[in-house]
T-cell receptor, first 109, second 113 residues
Framework: TQLLEQSPQFLSIQEGENLTVYCNSS?????LQWYRQEPGEGPVLLVT?????EVKKLKRLTFQFGDARKDSSLHITAAQPGDTGLYLC?????????FGAGTILRVKS | ETGVTQTPRHLVMGMTNKKSLKCEQH?????MYWYKQSAKKPLELMFV???????ENNSVPSRFSPECPNSSHLFLHLHTLQPEDSALYLC????????????FGPGTRLTVL
């Protein structure tokens, strides 16, 4: 079993739709990072959440860290084709970052 | 050049070949990492270097041999690989080893025939 479970594994939606992807664990993390990886590139950090219950917004993207710091969600409003990519969450535990397997998002125009 | 660069971007090799992957970071970071990325699997941390010293080796087979000659350069030497080693190999760097934000290169897509 994976320490960080991401769901769904794959999501294909039309431009303009809203979506939420999830990152869940039974373990507590001191912080959680979200990365986006576009085809042919490496992951790029989008945001880091640190406090339980924290909500951060990055334009149309809203990130939430669970109260117990075991889970996180990423909500995208009015998705655009440029949002297409692999979304990875990574939890900080001790002195290590643990990555999930990611959610592949495809936004069709 | 800025950020983290990796060469080559694509590599096809036979099981008896010897090749090397190169990573260079221009960010002044002290830590560098090698990851293996396979479809539908989490990123697998292979090696971590902090100030040119290996601080983590996650049970990686000896056919993968890392080298960090200085804090800006990282190599992954490959020999007698298996087809299941085919994957995207990502290099990353961070200011300090551990949970600092990691900056990734574009990866090397490796195919082992």
């Amino acid at each position: 079993t994976q320490l960080l479970e991401q769901s769904p594994q794959f999501l294909s939606i039309q431009e303009g739709e809203n979506l939420t992807v999830y990152c869940n664990s039974s373990s507590v993390f001191s912080s959680l990072q979200w990365y986006r990886q576009e085809p042919g590139e490496g992951p790029v950090l989008l945001v880091t959440v640190v406090t339980g219950g924290e909500v951060k917004k990055l334009k149309r993207l809203t990130f939430q860290f669970g109260d117990a710091r075991k889970d996180s969600s990423l909500h995208i409003t009015a998705a655009q084709p440029g949002d297409t990519g692999l979304y990875l969450c990574a939890g900080a535990r001790g002195n290590k970052l643990v990555f999930g397997a990611g959610t592949i998002l495809r936004v069709k125009s | 050049e800025t950020g983290v660069t990796q060469t080559p971007r694509h590599l096809v090799m036979g099981m008896t070949n010897k090749k090397s992957l190169k990573c260079e970071q221009h960010l002044g970071h002290n830590a560098m990492y090698w990851y293996k990325q396979s479809a539908k699997k989490p990123l697998e941390l292979m090696f971590v270097y902090s100030l040119e010293e290996r601080v983590e080796n996650n049970s990686v087979p000896s056919r993968f041999s890392p080298e960090c000659p200085n804090s800006s350069h990282l190599f992954l030497h490959l020999h007698t690989l298996q087809p299941e080693d085919s994957a995207l190999y990502l290099c990353a760097s961070s200011l300090l080893a551990g949970t600092d934000t990691q900056y990734f290169g574009p990866g090397t897509r490796l195919t082992v025939l």
